[in-house]
């Protein structure tokens, strides 16, 4: 996919740890258009991270995008955070795994710290196309509420009531919240969630008995993964080659770099696109792709993000 070229035209403190960057083209042409709920790769530090567009998909003079900073970051959001107005970068074109339905049910959105960006985006989205929404928005404190302004603009140009804030609720409290939103789907309502892990699994459990249609989530971010092994030998059977995967490697990583090479996007385990078949050996699941069921067998695995608990695996590539 191509790379376009953009500079970083204004960056706001949006909320504790949290920035909001404003990438406008380097040519001043209009960027790619784009549906709420898309994310483009941003290219800094040496190395590609995935971030949500959070602006008006109906304006690409600009894209929007807010990234935390990570505690136990793995380069991507520091580096972000360390650019300054005027920066030049790298992004790709928008992708979109995260669509609104196109029907005109009611919406739901809910969201949990920087899991947000998807879903102001879509608030954008969903007013232009007047419809109904509401959007739940969980942080631990006002200071760590990102976009509350534009939120709250929204609210007040539509009808106050939209926009719902739980702040500081602990495990509990926030579960008993999620039940009284979700314990009751309305006719066509879809539900649209982004968030942290445990939240995530959390509002899964409660909408595991509605129709799958209309459930529509995406994580963030995968967990990082703590790699404790020595490393593996991957077999690419197809061509025979034998490729040595490093502790600090992930498996594509160490394949394109023998010149065999794996059709990825979002190299965190999410997506799907590097899904292979694994023909020997037992692979390490470390994506959030497969279910649990799928996971059991151990005949196909996602190399961008997974290992192997054998010293050799051997793949259908
Ligand atoms: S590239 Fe997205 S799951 Fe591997």
């Not at 909001?20 to 290219?43: N, Y």
């Not at 380069?75 to 650019?83: F, M, P």
């Not at 919406?107 to 985006?121: C, D, R, S, Y």
């Not at 995968?222 to 600090?248: C, Q």
Request: glycine content about 8%; overall charge negative.
């Amino acid at each position: 996919m191509s790379k376009i070229d953009v500079i970083v035209e204004k960056i706001t403190e949006e909320a504790t740890d949290i920035k909001s960057l404003r990438l406008v083209s380097r040519t001043g042409a209009a960027l790619p258009p784009f549906e709420a709920g898309a994310h483009i790769d941003v290219h800094v530090g040496g190395v590609a991270r995935q971030y949500s567009l959070c602006g008006d998909p109906a304006d690409t003079s600009a894209y929007l995008i807010g990234v935390k900073l990570e505690a136990q970051s793995r380069g991507g959001s520091k580096a972000v955070h360390a650019l300054k107005e005027g920066d030049c970068l790298q992004i790709s074109e928008p992708r979109n795994l995260f669509a609104l339905d196109a029907g005109n049910g009611p919406a739901l959105l809910i969201g949990a710290g920087i899991g947000i960006t998807p879903l102001v985006a879509m608030m954008h989205q969903l007013k232009a196309r007047n419809t109904a929404f509401t959007l739940h928005y969980f942080a631990r404190s006002s200071e760590h509420l990102a976009f509350s302004e534009t939120l709250l603009r929204t609210d007040a140009e539509l009808d106050f009531g939209r926009m719902h804030f739980h702040l500081g609720l602990d495990a509990q409290a926030t579960g008993d919240q999620l039940d009284e939103l979700l314990a009751r789907p309305e006719p066509g309502q879809h539900v649209y969630f982004c968030g942290p892990g445990p939240f995530m699994e959390a509002i899964r459990q409660r909408c595991k008995d509605w129709s799958k249609e209309t459930v529509h989530f995406e994580y963030f971010s995968a967990e990082p993964v703590e790699v404790t092994d020595g490393g593996f030998e991957v077999i690419a059977a197809r061509s025979g080659k034998r490729v040595w995967v490093g502790p600090d490697q992930s498996i594509t990583d160490a394949l394109s770099a023998a010149g065999v090479e794996v059709c990825v996007s979002c190299e965190q385990g999410i997506c799907g696109t590097c899904l292979t078949r694994v023909l020997d050996g037992t692979p390490i699941h470390n994506d959030l792709f497969l279910n649990d069921a799928e996971k059991a067998k151990n005949d196909q695995m996602l190399p961008c993000i997974s290992r192997a608990s054998t010293h050799t695996l051997t793949l259908d590539i």
